[in-house]
Structure formats: C-alpha cells, structure tokens
C-alpha cells in the first residue's frame, strides 16, 4: 500500500536493526484517515470472506481494528493481557511473548465474544516473529473459529513470522513489508508486492 510505504519512510523512526517506530501516526498518535484507506484495502481483499468479527490484541491493535470493524461492519473483540487468570473457565487464555517488552504474557478472551460460529479477520499493527499472531490463532482454534484471513500494518519481512503464518497456510495480508532497514541512515526497503 503506497500511502503506508510512504508515511513510513516519511514519518517511521528505525530505533534499532529489529524495531521501527511509527508512533507518531500508528502506536501513540493515530491517524485515523489512514487507519480507514487501510481498512479498505482489506475489506477489498477480503470481499469474497464471510466475515463477521475483527480480533486483536491490546493495544496498539485496537485503534486499527476499530476503524476495519466499522468498513466490515462487523464487531471487533480484543484480546486482553491479564494478570489474574480467570478461574471459571468462561474466558480462552493462551500466553504470548511481546516482541517490545520481552515478557510472557496471559492473554485472554470471552467466551461470549469468539466460538464456532464466527468468521474471523485478525488484525494488528505489527508483525515480526509471529508471537502475537500464534496466540490470536491459538484461541480461535480452541473457540472453534474460521480464521478467514489475517491483516497486518506493518510486517517486517526479515524476521519469520510471516513466512511461518504464510507456509501453514493462513492468508496474511501485509500492507508493507519492510525488508531491511538502517538506523544509522534511516532507510527502509520495502519488498514489492
Ligand atoms: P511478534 O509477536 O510478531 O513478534 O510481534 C508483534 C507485536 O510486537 C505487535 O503487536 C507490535 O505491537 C509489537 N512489535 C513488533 N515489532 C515492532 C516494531 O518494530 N515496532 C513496534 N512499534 N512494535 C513492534
């Protein structure tokens, strides 16, 4: 998405070799124009989809996911990181490693908001090692949920998620996808898609 690829370049921050900072119009301020050209690249992409739900996880994934959720029409669920788990057995938990704090995290979804008979779009902001994206999917297979497709802001293609998602078959829809970048100068490659 050229919009994307060119707000990076311009606005995007490469903090180090692994992390890029876009908090400027993604993680902090949002800009949610572009939020909305997003949405409609996906929901272009994923028109033939039965799609009735929009997952994420809190909580750079929730802004974008509500603007999809809205061009779908549809509700969005995100899934929360918890530090008490929930006993009662009405909530999905799975643990996910954060790619930026490197901790562990419980992460956990209502029962009530995610089962069988939901078509599932899951959407976040970045992905990199995949972490993240295998704990979404880790709770729509227990909740019995087709996972239809997966969107993504910005992933960086140098690091496997991506190719991991992509070669157990998931359709991982990448709206730039960063294939090196230099925080000395700056410069980011994007892979032509
Ligand atoms: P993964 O779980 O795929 O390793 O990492 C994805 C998660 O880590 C995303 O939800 C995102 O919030 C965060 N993340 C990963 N890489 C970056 C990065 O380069 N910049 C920022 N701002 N967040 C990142």
């Not at 562990?104 to 599932?120: A, E, M, Q």
Request: net charge negative; glycine share 8%; charged share 25%.
């Amino acid at each position: 998405m050229k919009e994307l690829e060119d707000r990076i370049r311009r606005d995007g921050v490469v903090k180090s070799s692994q992390v890029l900072k876009v908090d400027s119009f993604i993680n902090h301020q949002m800009d949610v124009e572009l939020f909305r050209d997003m949405a409609k690249v996906w929901h272009k992409d994923f028109a033939d989809a039965p799609i009735n739900k929009v997952l994420t996880i809190e909580a750079s994934g929730i802004g974008i996911a509500a603007v999809v959720a809205t061009e779908f029409g549809v509700p969005a669920v995100f899934a929360k990181k918890s530090q008490s788990i929930n006993l009662d057995g009405d909530v999905y938990c799975t643990k996910i490693k954060s790619f930026t704090h490197g901790r562990v995290y419980d992460v956990i979804v209502s029962k009530k908001f995610l089962g069988p008979n939901d078509h599932v779009l899951i959407v976040d902001d970045f992905l990199a090692n995949g972490c993240a994206m295998d704990g979404l999917l880790d709770i729509c297979r227990v909740a019995g949920a087709t996972v239809e497709g997966i969107g993504i802001a910005v992933e960086k293609g140098f690091q496997p998620g991506g190719k991991h998602l992509r070669d157990e078959g998931y359709i991982v829809d990448s709206l730039a996808i960063v294939d090196s970048m230099d925080p000395q100068t700056n410069e980011i490659e994007f892979r032509h898609q």
